[in-house]
């Protein structure tokens, strides 16, 4: 599977603005999918996770009830979209893939998945 996400850009505090991954390869509508963010300085941190028919996802508590992550297995394509953004939520956004199904928490590790996208960046500005 092979990975890109894109839709980054600058918004205000408070605005919203949805990401997305482009996914290539025939494993892609079995695959669970991750969105991952790094901020300057920072490491990589779990972001929301989807399975592969939609039907169960998982969010981090920093942003639960603010993003949502949906995918359209057609397009080969995972969304995250994000509302009510904050300065915090800067950071580069990163999709990544799997083909195991996982439970809470094993979704929330960078090692749990074995394909990653370059990223894009979201910058929210106060």
């Known amino acids: 599977v092979q990975l890109q996400a894109s839709g980054g850009g600058l918004v205000q505090a408070g605005g919203s603005l949805t990401v997305s991954c482009a996914a290539s390869?025939?494993?892609?509508?079995?695959?669970?999918m991750g969105w991952f963010r790094q901020a300057p300085g920072k490491e990589r941190e779990f972001v929301a996770a989807?399975?592969?028919?939609?039907?169960?996802?998982y969010y981090a508590d920093s942003v639960k009830g603010r993003f949502t992550a949906s995918r359209d297995n057609g397009k080969r394509l995972v969304y995250l979209q994000m509302n009510d953004l904050k300065p915090e939520d800067t950071a580069v956004y990163y999709c990544?893939?799997?083909?195991?199904?996982?439970?809470?928490?094993?979704?929330?590790?960078?090692?749990?998945?074995?394909?990653w996208g370059q990223g894009t960046l979201v910058t929210v500005s106060s």
């Open positions: 390869g025939q494993a892609f509508s079995n695959s669970f």
């Open positions: 989807i399975a592969w028919d939609g039907g169960t996802t």
């Open positions: 990544a893939a799997d083909q195991r199904w996982k439970k809470f928490p094993t979704a929330t590790r960078l090692s749990s998945y074995a394909y």
